[in-house]
């Protein structure tokens, strides 16, 4: 969300006729330091209006920052790579400020892996319930009973590690967004709409598919629309394997045992029933 005549604190930045950066006090004035073109900019009221930014969810990663935006190592420091290859070390204190450092994929490749992060307006209100999650909820409850989870592949106990669980969890939220919309009566992602659009490509190369006696569009149409939300309910129920898998890694590297999973599941099912949800 935009609006903002000039930045109001200091933090990450969007100014709409300047691009990304840092709003810093310099002499106790306010300025922006800008990372496409590397300028440090007073005249504030030239370059706005202005989007406050702030990381949102992990959306990559790569031994070094390769594609533009932000990008965090594994020690949790912030970067960001410009569009001209520009390489920005932020230190987001109380101070903030950013350092221009060589584009050296030999030196970043010592702060690695990074996990590259969408950006997103700080007034932006994530999806949440339209009820207060202290509301009390007694229906519906089940336990349920995992599968065992084996864990593979890299398992250092660091940082990234943890970032890994988020990117994943992020791509579930996504495949559960899309599973949602197909299973939505109003068709929010117009998957009747890819049926139609078959269907006239089909006629446009002499298939005349509306004038076979024997093909009811209708439930054709209903067919492929059941298809399309399977196959984003498979795609869910990976996504889902590959959380419950990366948690096994987190796990395996920390060293969790499964009795100390189980008694942090008890603690998490009293502190629920403390606050009335069950």
């Known amino acids: ?6 930045p109001d604190a200091p933090g990450l930045w969007k100014a ?7 709003m810093f006090h310099d002499d106790g004035e306010p300025a922006m330091l800008l990372f496409g073109p590397g300028a440090k900019v007073r005249a504030l009221d030239a370059i706005g209006p202005y989007t406050r930014l702030q990381p949102g969810v992990p959306v990559g990663s790569a031994p070094v920052p390769n594609l533009p935006g932000l990008w965090m190592d594994k020690d949790g420091s912030l970067y960001f790579l410009s569009g001209g290859r520009r390489v920005w070390r932020i230190r987001d204190d109380h101070d903030w400020m950013a350092e221009e450092l060589g584009n050296d994929p030999w030196e970043l490749s010592k702060h690695g892996p990074y996990a590259r992060y969408s950006l997103q307006a700080v007034e932006e209100v994530p999806w949440k319930p339209a009820s207060d999650d202290s509301t009390p909820i007694h229906e519906g409850s089940r336990t349920v009973h995992l599968p065992d989870v084996r864990s593979f592949g890299r398992m ?3 940082k990234w590690l943890a970032v890994k669980n988020l990117e994943e969890s ?3 939220v996504e495949a559960c967004k899309q599973y949602l919309k197909a299973s939505d009566p109003t068709d929010p992602s117009g998957i009747d ?16 598919v509306g004038d076979e006696p024997d093909i009811d569009l209708d439930k054709a149409q209903a067919d492929w629309h059941d298809h399309v939300r399977d196959q984003r309910r498979q795609a869910m129920l990976g996504e889902l394997a590959d959380v419950l898998q990366t948690v096994g890694n987190l796990i395996t590297a920390f060293g969790i045992t499964d009795e100390e999973v189980e008694r942090a599941m008890d603690d998490c099912l009293e502190r629920n029933r403390r606050k009335g949800r069950l």
């Open 1 to 6: 969300m935009s609006g903002h005549e000039k």
């Open 16 to 22: 709409a006729h300047g691009g990304y950066g840092v």
């Open 156 to 158: 250092e106990q660091d």
């Open 170 to 172: 992020a791509e579930l």
């Open 193 to 208: 709409g890819q049926f139609i659009g078959i269907v006239n490509c089909l006629n446009i190369h002499g298939a005349a």
